[in-house]
């Protein structure tokens, strides 16, 4: 059964630092991953999302990995802003239950003035 | 375009009653899926569907049914209310592709079942 984890459950960084964030699978085979933002009280938002053939995604200041081999996917968020508090989520597709994403718990992001 | 709505947001049940959350698209999806979301466990799929007329469990399916007559509607009805599903419910929907196209989410249901 996959298995998806995000460590640190919580981060705080000051405005202006470079944010990496972190998404663990034990299953590598996998159709795709998905990383989302969820402010409180909200619903998802779609912010990347990299096939299983492709290394990385880029969008503005956003910058997601993907090292099926290890199991891992990075989310990097340059040069970060108040703006971009906000929970992390990501989610895996695996290859045995097409249609069915598995969540990681989320890693919940303050960026302080 | 609206997007995927929800109805409705806060809800109050008491044990064994019934009830049905409601989720439309208007982007001509055929995907469509429920989650619940509970605290430090991230989203849980309940259950999807890829098209009118098909509907499959996710990993969280007991105590719940689902029905999908038409490719905009996909409602989620709780036939005996527990505490157990209170709970945080998202609808989301993606194009026919999913493993090539991102999912779209609703704004959530709050329920509280006493």
């Known amino acids: 059964k996959q298995e998806v984890t995000q460590i640190p459950a919580a981060l705080s960084v000051p405005e202006g630092e470079n944010l990496v964030l972190n998404c663990s699978f034990t299953d590598s085979a996998i159709y795709n991953l998905q990383w989302f933002r969820q402010d409180p009280g909200k619903g998802l938002t779609s912010l990347l999302l990299?096939?299983?053939?492709?290394r990385e995604q880029t969008s503005g200041r956003l910058n997601a990995s993907l090292d099926k081999s290890s199991g891992r996917s990075t989310l990097y968020i340059a040069a970060s802003q108040p703006g971009d508090s906000a929970t992390y989520l990501c989610?895996?597709?695996?290859?045995?239950?097409?249609?069915?994403?598995?969540f990681g718990a989320g890693t919940q992001v303050v960026v302080t003035p | 375009n609206a997007g995927v709505t929800q109805t409705p947001k806060f809800q109050v049940l008491k044990t064994g009653q019934s009830m049905t959350l409601q989720c439309a698209q208007d982007?001509?999806?055929?995907?469509m899926s429920w989650y619940r979301q509970d605290p430090g466990m991230g989203l849980r799929l309940i259950h999807y569907?890829?098209?009118?007329?098909?509907?499959d469990q996710g990993e969280v399916p007991n105590g719940y049914n689902v029905s999908r007559s038409t490719t905009e509607d996909f409602p989620l009805r709780l036939l005996s209310a527990a505490p157990s599903q209170t709970s945080v419910y998202f609808c989301a929907s993606s194009k026919g592709q999913v493993i090539r196209e991102t999912q779209y989410f609703g704004p959530g249901t709050r329920l509280l079942v006493l």
């Open positions: 569907s890829v098209g009118a007329g098909i509907t």
């Open positions: 982007m001509n999806h055929e995907y």
């Open positions: 989610a895996v597709m695996t290859t045995d239950s097409w249609g069915k994403f598995q």
């Open positions: 990299i096939q299983s053939s492709q």
